[in-house]
């Protein structure tokens, strides 16, 4: 059994915590190389709509949030992340949630000159309107830290998701993932083991060995993802069941 | 009247609220749990990974399931067999007394909510005191190392809804299936238990090809001294819970609840489809509340008009007490 150091220390060996995590990223500084830029855009791709949503369920319209959102990952594609937020250590998600805040309450006032196209960097943030994703978020009273968090949280599975779907693909095996899927959270929904083994021409006992293992993969998939939104690999644990609470409320 | 194909927007794991916008309209909840249960060794996620994408087996290991040797207590794990309710339920072989049981544990160890807890304990204790050969027994409850579970029988064979799988089948088999069920649903309700979550997928079928009712996890009993259920909560499958269940007046329910669902049941073995379903549950729950359902024979002309007229009945509204 190793310490969290020593966990910590091997997961940096295998490139957990190498130059894509966010607080080295975040650390480069201007002149930074373009793998780091180009990691800095996915991260900003990636979370483009937890902001999003956190920005419309403060209030704020439509075509302000899409504006108010796209200036704030502008800034920080161009390296002017806010001052007073520390961008080093903890966890990506409290760090950037908090710079949205400081950027939403202070910066903005100052530089609406420059909204609307001024010295915005447009960035393909989704396929899909962010608003009409939106449109379909549940009509509650949850708060927009909560709705953030939710967000948050579908955004890691979608990475974790996507890095999946690769792995097959490498392997000409995107049939089998696309058909296995569905099983990732249960053997309901009229979809059975027999019925899939009959698509891809496997028994029911190998449906149900690679659908144990699809789900440890993914898994193993989102944890990876969660580990570069955090300090250190012992944070992972802390990172997920925070996440896990904050879906189940 | 058009009829629009269910889209199950409450997760079939954890019973969470699906939100359209989820990953594909999978449970986060339940995706995030799989990422809570880190590999015991991982430095081994590269071979799993190569075995996975290629499909053969890296190591002996590999080739079993990832249960084959978990021991728990008395229990030796052999593979997951179901997924359901608030629990997720294992093949597993009862050493002292060499049989098979089936193992349910609540999902999310320590991280259950507590109205989960009690829930899962309800159902032992609901199940526990039925003594019939169709209803699932429940042998023990207990606690093992801070996971909840419980012991029940196992049966080796499938469940109607899978059996239905969205095809009619001959009237006289779903009337023999349904007998049986009554009986036992029945046989409950003497003891002053009631179901309130009968559903063909809740009815499993052994190799005998005999039906036997699971999942207590909803049950109440008649003197109304245990509700476990949450204030404002619909609890349920909408497809086949009553008017008076989906209008969320669970203090109301009696034994016509249960009769309600079972000619749900027998409506969708006679049709292949549940007598409501919209594309979403509060759609379907209006239907529930306020339609009536199409004749059986309308949409199967080879139901014997006997049938359906049992069927139509066990789906009036209005109804209090049987």
């Known amino acids: 059994m190793s310490t969290p150091d020593e966990a910590a220390s091997a997961s940096i060996e295998r490139g957990l915590f190498a130059t894509t995590h966010w607080s080295v990223i975040l650390a480069a500084g201007r002149d930074s190389s373009p793998r780091s830029n180009e990691a800095l855009e996915q991260l900003c791709q990636t979370y483009w709509y937890p902001l999003y949503a956190y920005v419309r369920r403060s209030g704020t319209e439509a075509e302000d949030a899409k504006d108010l959102t796209q200036e704030f990952f502008a800034r920080m594609l161009a390296r002017r992340f806010p001052s007073g937020v520390r961008p080093e250590g903890g966890r990506f998600r409290s760090y950037l949630l908090k710079s949205l805040k400081h950027f939403l309450t202070s910066e903005w006032r100052r530089s609406t000159a420059l909204?609307?196209?001024?010295?915005?960097?447009?960035?393909?943030?989704?396929?899909?309107?962010?608003?009409?994703?939106?449109?379909?978020?549940?009509?509650?009273?949850?708060?927009?830290?909560?709705?953030?968090?939710?967000?948050?949280?579908?955004?890691?599975?979608?990475?974790?998701?996507?890095?999946?779907?690769?792995?097959?693909?490498?392997?000409?095996?995107?049939?089998?993932?696309?058909?296995?899927?569905?099983?990732?959270?249960?053997?309901?929904?009229?979809?059975?083991?027999?019925?899939?083994?009959?698509?891809?021409?496997?028994?029911?006992?190998?449906?149900?060995?690679?659908?144990?293992?699809?789900?440890?993969r993914f898994g193993e998939c989102l944890r990876l993802e969660v580990a570069q939104t955090v300090e250190t690999a012992a944070e992972v644990d802390a990172e997920l069941r925070q996440l896990l609470t904050a879906v189940a409320e | 009247m058009t009829v629009i194909m269910t889209a199950t927007n409450r997760c079939s794991v954890c019973q969470a609220e699906l939100c359209p916008s989820d990953e594909g309209n999978l449970c986060l909840r339940c995706l995030l749990s799989l990422g809570d249960q880190p590999a015991d060794d991982p430095t081994t996620i590269a071979s799993d990974r190569a075995a996975l994408v290629s499909g053969h087996p890296s190591r002996a290991s590999d080739i079993e399931p990832a249960f084959s040797t978990r021991r728990f207590g008395d229990y030796e794990l052999i593979e997951e067999i179901a997924r359901g309710g608030m629990g997720v339920v294992y093949k597993a072989r009862q050493k002292s007394l060499d049989r098979l049981v089936a193992v349910k544990m609540l999902l999310f160890g320590a991280l259950a909510k507590?109205?989960?807890?009690?829930?899962?304990?309800?159902?032992?204790?609901?199940?526990?005191?039925?003594?019939?050969?169709?209803?699932?027994?429940?042998?023990?409850?207990?606690?093992?190392?801070?996971?909840?579970?419980?012991?029940?029988?196992?049966?080796?064979?499938?469940?109607?809804?899978?059996?239905?799988?969205?095809?009619?089948?001959?009237?006289?088999?779903?009337?023999?299936?349904?007998?049986?069920?009554?009986?036992?649903?029945?046989?409950?309700?003497?003891?002053?238990?009631?179901?309130?979550?009968?559903?063909?997928?809740?009815?499993?079928?052994?190799?005998?090809?005999?039906?036997?009712?699971?999942?207590?996890?909803?049950?109440?009993?008649?003197?109304?001294?245990?509700?476990?259920?949450?204030?404002?909560?619909?609890?349920?499958?909408?497809?086949?819970?009553?008017?008076?269940?989906?209008?969320?007046?669970?203090?109301?329910?009696t034994r016509a609840a249960d009769v309600y669902s079972l000619g749900a049941i027998l409506y969708q073995m006679l049709t292949g489809r549940p007598p409501f379903q919209a594309d979403t549950i509060g759609s379907t729950l209006e239907l529930v509340k306020n339609a009536e359902p199409l004749s059986p024979r309308l949409l199967h002309a080879s139901v014997p008009r006997d049938l359906e007229t049992i069927c139509l009945k066990c789906l009036e509204k209005g109804f209090l007490e049987v």
Not at chain 1, 163 to 180: I, K, Q
Not at chain 2, 209 to 233: I, M
């Open chain 2, 114 to 253: 507590p109205e989960f807890i009690k829930r899962f304990r309800l159902e032992a204790a609901a199940a526990g005191g039925l003594d019939h050969p169709n209803i699932v027994g429940v042998h023990e409850v207990g606690i093992h190392e801070g996971q909840h579970f419980l012991v029940m029988d196992y049966v080796d064979g499938s469940n109607l809804a899978r059996l239905i799988a969205g095809q009619p089948m001959p009237s006289r088999r779903a009337a023999a299936y349904l007998k049986t069920i009554a009986e036992a649903v029945e046989f409950a309700h003497q003891r002053g238990i009631l179901h309130r979550d009968l559903k063909p997928s809740n009815i499993l079928i052994g190799s005998d090809d005999q039906p036997r009712v699971a999942d207590f996890g909803l049950a109440k009993r008649l003197d109304g001294d245990v509700d476990l259920t949450l204030t404002g909560q619909v609890l349920g499958s909408p497809n086949y819970m009553p008017p008076e269940q989906a209008a969320g007046k669970r203090g109301n329910l």
């Open chain 1, 115 to 216: 909204k609307r196209g001024g010295e915005m960097i447009p960035i393909s943030f989704d396929a899909l309107d962010p608003e009409t994703r939106y449109q379909v978020e549940p009509i509650t009273n949850v708060t927009p830290e909560s709705l953030y968090e939710r967000r948050w949280a579908a955004a890691l599975i979608e990475q974790a998701m996507k890095r999946l779907r690769a792995e097959y693909t490498a392997d000409t095996r995107t049939e089998v993932f696309d058909h296995l899927r569905p099983l990732l959270n249960g053997t309901e929904r009229g979809v059975s083991y027999a019925e899939i083994g009959a698509k891809l021409g496997l028994t029911e006992a190998a449906v149900k060995m690679a659908v144990q293992r699809l789900r440890r």
